[in-house]
């Protein structure tokens, strides 16, 4: 019996990977396909292998072919779900709110507890003559990645009226901090966490929090609205009941209370037609009917 049960479970997680004839196979089979979208840009380097396990659990507990799709970057990430197909969204905050607000997934879990100190910083040298954002002006600041909501959001919203030298994007946070030290850019955005992890990478460097955001809720899970109902069910039973070593690979906790982000959401809106300004150089960070009233 076991054996017969670890030769479906196999036989699922592989017919999950052969992507190209995944929908033939599905239907063939008369199997659920279920596709889990995994976020890199902002979670640090993204090991698909840590979501293995959670992929051969959800394939026996739902009967289902699972496949992993990962998304390396925004762009990537909101074409999948805006034509809705990822079914299952391991999502940081940015993404979490643009599903739920305008593609109707469901948060299902968090994917941390509730933190008071989850904020975005922007950190300037001890040197620095800045004493505060509008100081700023007409200065190198860098960014995180398009997406990241301490690295982009919350940054870009609280920098928002300036004209800046250019918004310089690093690819991880502590990129963000060599720049600073060495004197490449004037500011650096990222997280407190983050912060704090990688100032003692440069010691030599004395740096200073210039602005604290307000707070960031934690990314979430999310069911895709196409899943039919009676799936929806199973999924949600199988991630709340899945074995402590399997949600904590996936990076989530069933237990945690499901954050509010009606105040995140709003500040994602604002932020969010402000992307081509940000890219250019100087990085006018107003609105295009400000800049045109303004002219």
Known sequence: MFLRRMLFVKLLVLVGVLGASCNSEAELSGLNELTVGVVSYDQGELSVERYEPLQQYLAEETKSIVQLEPAYNEIQALEQIERKKWDIVFAPPG???IAIDQNLYIPLFSLEEIDSNRRSLIVVRGDSPAQELVD???????????????????PVYDLYGLVLQEARFAPTPRTALQWLSDGTVDASALSMGDFEQYR??????????????????????????NVERNLQQEIERALQEAPPEITADAGYVPSAEIPNYNHFTELVQKVFPLREQVQQIPAVLLYEEELRSAQ
């Not at 210039?210 to 809720?217: G, Q, V, Y």
């Open 95 to 97: 993404l979490a709110s």
């Open 136 to 154: 700023l002006s007409n200065q190198v600041v860098a960014l995180g990645e398009p997406g990241s909501a301490a690295g982009y959001y919350l």
């Open 200 to 225: 003692r990478d440069f010691p030599a460097t004395e740096f200073r929090i210039l602005h604290t955001s307000r707070w960031i809720p934690p990314g979430l899970v999310l069911l895709g609205p």
